[in-house]
């Protein structure tokens, strides 16, 4: 069982925008004042120059174009809606925004098994939708693969039975507990568990102070040191900048590298980048647009698939 995968799937974007049904509760968006087709644009461009980091470093990188047919702002962050494991299961999942549900779209299996991968079993969550019930795919779940843990941030993209289906289903270890940002003097529930934590093969990158319950704070802190991972803490102001939002890959060789967006990177300070750098290289990319509009960075973009081939 592998922590990191070298294959990513990517969904280069058609109508991106500020999603008006996401902004409700992701409180990571904001309005830009620039027409739609602009917004698009300024998007492709970022995600053309961040394909070409991946795979410069031999990363191997599926782009599907998305649909403009299903009007979809937010397919950029595929993440959310499917994850891929190593048994060859797929999970598809129920998404809290009506017009992102329009996302999932059973022809990038089709691409997937044309690339070689093999599609054992779908396991669909989907119906929860009925019930307002929603677990945003590996936005929600923060998969350590190799110990069989699953984090989860409840929130109202994520839901703790549904999650604990999900964990019985994968034969995952549930650590739950809630994370808060500030916003406008409240604290309100984190929308998604990767903005604030990420988890590498020796390490983790944690936003601790957004964990308010000094319980389910101390939990965390030792399944993770139990699991050998090193912790390293980011501030809440560096959360807002995305530095939770990252995610490790494979590149050439089996070298994993550290994948980040330019604005994660640059409010890192530099011993935190010394102890990151010590596990892994850096990989940074310019993803202003699509965060600021998107309310998602750089892990949200990529779903990691850890098919067998066939």
């Not at 470093?57 to 950029?76: A, F, L, Q, R």
Request: charged letters at 25%; glycine letters at 4%; one cysteine or more.
């Amino acid at each position: 069982m592998q922590q990191t995968t070298n294959t990513a799937l990517m969904i280069r974007p058609v109508n991106f925008r500020m999603n008006e049904q996401t902004a409700v509760n992701n409180y990571f968006q904001e309005d830009l004042d620039l027409k739609n087709a602009e917004i698009n644009a300024k998007a492709q461009e970022e995600f053309d120059a961040f394909v070409q980091k991946l795979k410069a470093v031999g990363i191997n990188v599926i782009v599907e174009d998305d649909d403009k047919v299903n009007d979809t702002p937010d397919s950029i962050f595929p993440n959310n809606w499917v994850s891929f494991h190593a048994n060859g299961d797929i999970a598809k999942y129920p998404m809290f925004a009506e017009n992102r549900r329009r996302e999932r779209r059973d022809e990038i299996f089709i691409r997937l098994e044309d690339e070689g991968f093999k599609i054992e079993n779908i396991v669909d969550y989907t119906s929860a939708e009925h019930e307002g019930v929603f677990l945003e795919g590996t936005g929600s779940v923060i998969l350590d693969r190799v110990n069989r843990k699953a984090y989860c941030a409840l929130s109202p993209r994520a839901d703790e039975d549904l999650f604990i289906e999900f964990c019985e289903d994968f034969e995952y270890s549930p650590v739950i507990f809630t994370a808060y940002q500030t916003v406008e003097d409240k604290r309100l529930p984190i929308y998604h568990t990767n903005v604030m934590m990420c988890i590498a093969e020796d390490f983790a990158v944690i936003c601790l102070d957004s964990i308010d319950d000094k319980k389910e704070r101390k939990s965390v802190v030792k399944h993770l040191r139990n699991d050998g991972k090193e912790i390293i803490s980011i501030t809440e102001k560096q959360m807002h900048h995305f530095a939770g939002n990252m995610l490790q890959l494979q590149g050439n060789d089996g070298q994993v590298y550290l994948i980040m967006s330019e604005a994660a990177y640059k409010v890192l300070t530099p011993n935190q980048v010394t102890t990151i750098e010590k596990h892994c290289p850096i990989i940074s990319s310019s993803l202003e647009t699509i965060e600021t509009c998107g309310g998602g960075s750089a892990r949200c973009m990529i779903a990691e698939v850890f098919l067998p081939k066939a």
